[in-house]
C-alpha cells in the first residue's frame, strides 16, 4: 500500500501564498504520477495539478501562472507552490498518486484545509 500526508494548508490573505507538501510511504515503487487535487463546499473535486516521475506537468487553467508543482523523488515528496492566492482558491486539497501496475487504481491523501480571506 501507499500512504500520503499532506501537510502546509492554512489561512492566507487574497495575494498570499502558501507552499503544500505531500509525502509518501509504503509501496511507493508503484508510483509515477502524483499531483494535487481540490474541493471546494459544495463542488466537485477538481484536478490543479500533477508531476510525472520524469517531471513532466499538468496544470488546471485556473492556476497556470499561479501555483507550481514540483517532485523530490529521493524524498517520495510532491509540493505546490501556490503564489497569488484568491478567494476561489480556497477548498481542501487532497494529494493523489497514480498505482502504475493498476490502470485508474490511486491513492489519497486525507485533505489540507486552504483558506484564502481577509
Known amino acids: 500500500q501507499v500512504q500520503l500526508v499532506e501537510s502546509g494548508g492554512g489561512l492566507v490573505q487574497p495575494g498570499g501564498s502558501l507552499r503544500l507538501s505531500c509525502a509518501a510511504s509504503g509501496s511507493i515503487f508503484k508510483i509515477n504520477t502524483m499531483g494535487w487535487y481540490r474541493q471546494a463546499p459544495g463542488k466537485e473535486r477538481e484536478l490543479v495539478a500533477t508531476i510525472t516521475k520524469n517531471g513532466g506537468t499538468n496544470y488546471a487553467d485556473s492556476v497556470k501562472g499561479r501555483f507550481t508543482i514540483s517532485r523530490d523523488n529521493a524524498k517520495s515528496t510532491v509540493y505546490l507552490q501556490m503564489n497569488n492566492l484568491k478567494p476561489e482558491d480556497t477548498a481542501v486539497y487532497y494529494c493523489?498518486?497514480?498505482?502504475?501496475?493498476?490502470?485508474?487504481?490511486?491513492?489519497w491523501g486525507q485533505g489540507t484545509q486552504v483558506t484564502v480571506s481577509s
Open positions: 493523489n498518486a497514480d498505482n502504475r501496475y493498476v490502470n485508474n487504481y490511486y491513492y
